[in-house]
């Protein structure tokens, strides 16, 4: 009984969301900038490897200040260790994000939660088999729309581990150095809007 009203409510919802998201205005956009990525690990510098991520952003005009900006990323993330090797990771990535912000004529500040997903497609040390391709966390972050032009910055925490919970007999020191790590940091984005 309790699962089919759960059902029912979550129906209801996305329908209701749906609908509102039909009649919202909706612009698509470009989007690009700067990723910085941080650990905390004795083997990574306390210098962040700046990487990069662009792609395309859809965002649609809700009532009451909300907006919803869905996007598609290609992102690289990255550390430098302490023997100078780097271990960079470019994700196929999708972030979320659920804003808010008064709309003030000539520009709208906003609040963001962006909850993300993430598929690892290359990685500076070509192999795959001790590393997790999927990601995944949640970015809190601001921004300000003028005119086409959005401005933003967002801390991402990533909760998924970078290596496998079981590396293989032939470890890699550099993935060694990531079990029970990932990649958060901050990203700095520029986008424009059609």
């Not at 965002?59 to 090797?85: C, H, M, N, T, W």
């Not at 963001?112 to 088999?129: H, M, R």
Request: charged share 15%.
């Amino acid at each position: 009984m309790k699962t089919r009203v759960l059902t029912a409510i979550a129906c209801i919802m996305a329908l209701c969301l749906g609908e509102s998201l039909a009649q919202a205005k909706h612009n698509v956009g470009v989007i690009g900038g700067a990723t910085f990525s941080t650990q905390k690990l004795k083997e990574v510098n306390s210098s962040t490897l700046t990487q990069y991520h662009a792609g395309l952003a859809f965002k649609f005009r809700l009532p009451l200040g909300f907006a919803l900006q869905p996007s598609i990323l290609y992102q690289v993330k990255g550390a430098k260790l302490e023997d100078a090797s780097n271990l960079n990771v470019g994700y196929l990535e999708v972030p979320v994000s659920l804003q808010w912000g008064p709309d003030l004529i000539i520009c709208r500040p906003y609040v963001e939660c962006a909850p993300f997903v993430g598929y690892g497609l290359n990685n500076s040390i070509k192999d795959w088999t001790d590393l997790n391709r999927v990601e995944y966390g949640v970015g809190l972050g601001a921004g300000l729309d003028i005119w086409r032009f959005q401005i933003n910055a967002r801390y991402n925490w990533n909760f998924g581990s970078l290596a496998n919970a079981n590396l293989s007999e032939n470890k890699n020191e550099v993935i060694q150095a990531f079990k029970d790590r990932n990649f958060g940091g901050v990203t700095l984005s520029l986008a424009f809007y059609f």
